[in-house]
């Protein structure tokens, strides 16, 4: 207020003003519009310095990437959003029937956290019945499909609970794992950990479903899981019966250049080098090209052609690599048109997928 009063002083001083009303209006004017270009100012320096700092953000987030890899494996994973918050995923039965949730120790001191969900012509037998029933039932020739869901969140995301759905009501078993450091398992996930879990997983339903075959379905960041674990099976002697990937990449270097995370920093100078070479240096390689050449496992890749996250061209790519290996086996594409809209996670709507897979399966 003090500050008002030099003008004002100014204003009264003046001789030729006579009537107070006019004084009055012409002191106050220029008070009110001086405050408003005050505050207008203060305005502009906020922004220039929110502006300033996320210059300064932008500009230092490469540094401290390639400096610490181990960051840009945090952002592989996002295991730590342990979405949804609101369920529990010991009780899967909220939100998914004739479902047990169980725990496996695939290493010494670690403990990952898997669900069993049954063929859905089974529910009404899974009513009240515990883990020694779900066990026994892996036997009974119905198909088994290990599920290695993406980054982010838990088991209970919803696109993979309505996948889980959709594949329970076509007759499958479905096996969904947490890896280690996802949901309730414990332990810290790295490329060979989560390989390690998924090869664990596969064995364990192996020695217990008998004759029937037992499929590795990986979606997104899985897909490279799915791989991996289906060549350490393989170089086990183990190949596992068959392979499905739900919109791969080609290796998680190539899907880093496509993601929309990377997407802001295309324009940033050595982008390759602040990014894309920092995934080797986390080691985190993921290589599904390099896997498919040599799996001898049948497989079946589904894609949306208006997948935003994972774009259709590295499934397209994926599909090629794996028509060149030497093996012969089964290799099959299966795009949906954009006009669908199932984007990066919502394959599973699609009507025709039992078919699709039940097609595949009965041709290997
Ligand atoms: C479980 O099945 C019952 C019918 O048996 C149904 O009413 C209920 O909505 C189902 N629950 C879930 C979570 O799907």
Known sequence: MKRRDPPNKGATGRPLHGRGSETKSQTKQPHFSKNKKRSS???????????????VVYVTVPFIIRLFPVLLAKVVYLNMVKVPFFVDTRQPGEILNHTTSFYLTPEEGITVGVWHTVPTSRAEEAKGKDQSWYEAALSDENPVIIYLHGNGGTRAVDHRVQLMKVLSASGFHVLAIDYRGFADSTGEP?????????????????ARSRGSPVCLWGHSLGTGIATNAAKTLQERGNPPDAVILEAPYTNIREAGAYHPFGKIYHMFPWFEYFFLDTFALSNNVFPNDENVKVLSSPLLILHAEDDQVVPSSL???????????????????????????YKHKFIYKDPKLPGIIWNFLNSI
């Open 190 to 206: 790295s490329e060979e950990g989560v390989t390690e879990d998924s090869v664990y997983l596969y064995q364990w339903v192996k």
């Open 41 to 55: 100012s203060w305005w502009l320096t906020c922004l220039k310095i929110f502006g300033l700092s996320l210059l």
């Open 315 to 341: 499934a397209k790519k994926l599909h090629e690599t794996a028509l060149m290996a030497p093996h012969s086996r089964e290799v099959k594409l299966v795009l949906f048109p954009a006009a669908l809209g």
